[in-house]
């Protein structure tokens, strides 16, 4: 026999390399307090349907409890022979109170045991990441309600399109990781469910009470289906699908601020303490932070396409394939904190350059828009004074001088609609205030909905 916790009916042991290549303990150890938790519950359980007496109960759950103690005070060394952090923290449980420790695993096998740790683990982690997304939320909209009226252009094609409020554009960032915070919050309905009891695949002939297992591990419903319990990893999909949608976002954000950082734009100065040096040029300032937080954004999805892929034709139910979910995993919500962090202090020590945005809208013709909508209001078919706009920015482009500086004789050439009032319109201002409708980036708009971001924020 192999001095393994499986080993009945082995007759030889793996190499250790080879028991290296199989162990999860590397990564999974990380799952340890989780694991503890599930055993502590998994026993009480045990002891009051009857199938392990009150004093067993006792003393695996003191063995457990010191187990825990040790590991947080950094007493234990895991070993790669015993595996994973399962059979580890068994194997540590039979040390401390002998042969009643293999009691424990009773109605219980390590697939159902591996995924009520996963998913103890994404349900306490889920929290995290909703109130990291709700501080970056937040920082935006302090910044957007401080800017509802710093003026800039809006860009389309990354072409001057028309001057908006830069609080609208920090706004469209707050939509947008109100939609993450609300997929975290669906997959925590995901989350939310009891795999324990499914045993190795098909349930089992013990009397256990899994919904009073649910009830003390604080699980809100239960699998219903033992094949699906163990083989289940959508909530970990879905938790790196998300994940990759947040970095898809954050990235973006990244890239405008590289840009608007850069000396081209000059919109923006990220703080010091958010930025970086070069070891030759003296004189350089690099958005280090905002790249590397688009740079990650590349293995986030990896790590979904990863976990989409190990799962890719997995007979029902468990397979060791699925021993590959958990790092990628781990490492995905270090990622993303960290990541959320970061854009919640770059943000917060910004300096917004105002003048230099609203002077970018000088000359570049971004009004075009606002004068053929002039015409049309006018009467004049939107083709034709697309058209007639278009003829006078051209001709102004010759010049090289802006649409409001174009004499009002010189206009009147184009089309004899046009009149003194017209300048009062060229004006960014004017075009930006003159959104109105809903959604549009009139400053008052940009209030209201700073009013209303604030609202979302209060309630969650
Ligand atoms: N370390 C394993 C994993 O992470 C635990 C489950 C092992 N189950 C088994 N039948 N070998 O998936």
Request: charged share 25%; hydrophobic share 40%; glycine share 6%.
């Amino acid at each position: 026999m192999v001095d393994k916790l499986w080993g009945g009916r082995f007759q030889q042991g793996a190499a250790s390399w080879v028991e290296d290549f199989g162990a999860s303990i590397h990564f999974d150890y990380q799952l340890a307090h989780e694991d503890i938790e599930g055993s502590l519950a998994h026993s009480k359980m045990l002891s009051k349907v009857g199938i392990i007496s009150e004093e067993e109960c006792a003393f695996i759950q003191g063995g457990l409890k010191e187990i825990l103690a040790d590991i947080e005070a950094g007493k234990v060394q895991f070993s790669v022979q015993n595996e994973d952090i399962h059979l580890n923290i068994e194997s540590l449980l039979t040390e401390k109170i002998g042969s009643v420790a293999g009691k424990l695993h009773t109605a219980r096998s390590r697939n159902d045991q591996v995924a009520t740790d996963f998913h103890l683990w994404m349900k306490h982690r889920l929290p995290d990441v909703k109130a990291a997304i709700k501080n970056l939320q937040t920082e935006l909209v302090l910044l957007a309600d401080k800017h509802a009226d710093t003026i800039m252009p809006g860009y389309t094609h990354l072409q001057h399109a028309q001057p908006i409020s830069y609080g609208h554009y920090l706004l469209a960032y707050f939509e947008m990781l109100q939609r993450d915070y609300e997929r975290f919050e669906f997959n925590e309905k995901h989350t939310d469910i009891l795999p324990l009891g499914a045993a190795a695949l098909a349930g089992t002939t013990f009397p256990i009470d899994r919904e009073y297992v649910a009830d003390e591990l604080g699980f809100g419903n239960i699998y219903h289906n033992s094949l699906d319990a163990v083989s289940d990893r959508d909530f970990a999909i879905e938790f790196l699908a998300n994940a990759s949608m947040l970095m898809m976002h954050l990235s973006r954000m990244a890239e405008e601020l590289i840009l608007w950082t850069s000396f081209e734009f000059n919109y923006l100065e990220l703080s010091d303490s958010y930025s970086t040096g070069s070891s030759i040029m003296p004189q350089k300032k690099n958005a280090d932070f905002a790249e590397l937080s688009r740079g990650k954004t590349g293995a986030v999805y990896g790590q979904l396409m990863g976990l989409l892929t190990v799962m890719k034709g997995l007979p029902l139910a468990y397979n060791k394939d699925m021993q590959e979910d958990k790092s990628g995993t781990f490492t995905t919500f270090d990622t993303i904190i960290a990541v959320l962090k970061v854009f919640t202090g770059m943000l917060e020590t910004v300096t917004v350059k105002k003048d230099n945005m609203k002077a970018a809208l000088k000359t570049d013709y971004s009004n075009a828009t606002e004068l053929a909508d002039y015409l049309a209001k006018k009467g004049m078919p939107f083709r034709q004074a697309h058209e007639v706009t278009g003829k006078l920015v051209f001709e102004a482009i010759q010049e090289g001088i802006a649409l409001e500086q174009c004499e009002l004789k010189a206009l009147q050439e184009h089309s004899a609609l046009i009149e003194d009032d017209v300048y009062v319109v060229l004006n960014p201002m004017t075009a930006v205030n003159k959104r109105t409708s809903l959604g549009g980036t009139a400053i008052s708009n940009v209030k209201k909905e700073v009013v209303r971001a604030k609202g979302i924020l209060a309630s969650k």
